[in-house]
């Protein structure tokens, strides 16, 4: 599997903050559903294509990196004619790969008929065709509700009789029996390693 498109953005990002010397990346392009929606996507995008551009390609060190890496992706595919581009990179078309991938990771790249739908179907590799693949609503829940069943097993497990340690005092005056650290055995008990945090304190 070559890898997935994210995977290849996020390298993309990864060597935009190479460029720039930086940890961290600020991100334009925060709600893809709304700019859709305001229409700004498209410009936006094409903004964000362009820094990269400017900071990965535009640099000797980011640049080479970028190469080295479409070029061990592309000659291991099994189409032919991507194998033999692996060698053939120019600037122009690593440019132009660049753009795509960022097209296609916000959902503005419409399908060219050359070999740029190759390469974009490598790179995204889970692909089944040019649209990412991703959890439909229905696998989310069905995800999360097995999660929920799970967790919710596994906290029946903890509050089972057999494993709760019992604790119980008698005091008229539970604010002046705390003035005892050394004989208040609930703080005494709960500065003990237990392997499950969990209790019920009653006054």
């Known amino acids: 599997m070559a890898g997935n498109l994210s995977s290849i953005y996020q390298t993309l990002i990864s060597l935009f903050n190479l460029s720039k010397e930086s940890f961290y990346y600020c991100d334009d392009i925060v709600n893809t559903f709304l700019e859709k929606m305001t229409g700004s996507i498209t410009g936006n995008v094409q903004h964000h294509a362009e820094q990269l551009v400017r900071y990965v390609l535009g640099r000797p060190v980011p640049a080479h990196i970028l190469v080295h890496i479409l070029q061990d992706k592309f000659k291991r595919s099994a189409v032919p004619a991507v194998a033999e581009q692996a060698f ?13 991938i960022v097209q296609q990771k916000y959902e503005q790249r419409s399908p060219s008929g050359d070999i740029h739908d ?28 097995q999660q929920n069943k799970n967790q919710d097993s ?8 057999k494993n709760q340690l019992e604790l119980a005092i008698d005091t008229d005056n539970y604010f002046q029996y705390t003035l005892a650290p050394e004989s208040d055995l609930p703080k005494i008990a709960l500065g003990l390693p237990l392997p499950v945090p969990i209790l019920s304190l009653t006054y």
């Open 154 to 161: 596994d906290t029946m497990d903890v509050f089972n009789k």
């Open 118 to 145: 190759e390469f974009i179907r490598l790179l995204s590799g889970e692909q089944q065709s040019l649209m990412e693949i991703s959890y439909t609503k229905q696998q989310q829940k069905q995800k999360q509700k």
């Open 88 to 100: 053939k990179l120019t600037e122009d078309v690593v440019e132009t790969i660049l753009r795509e």
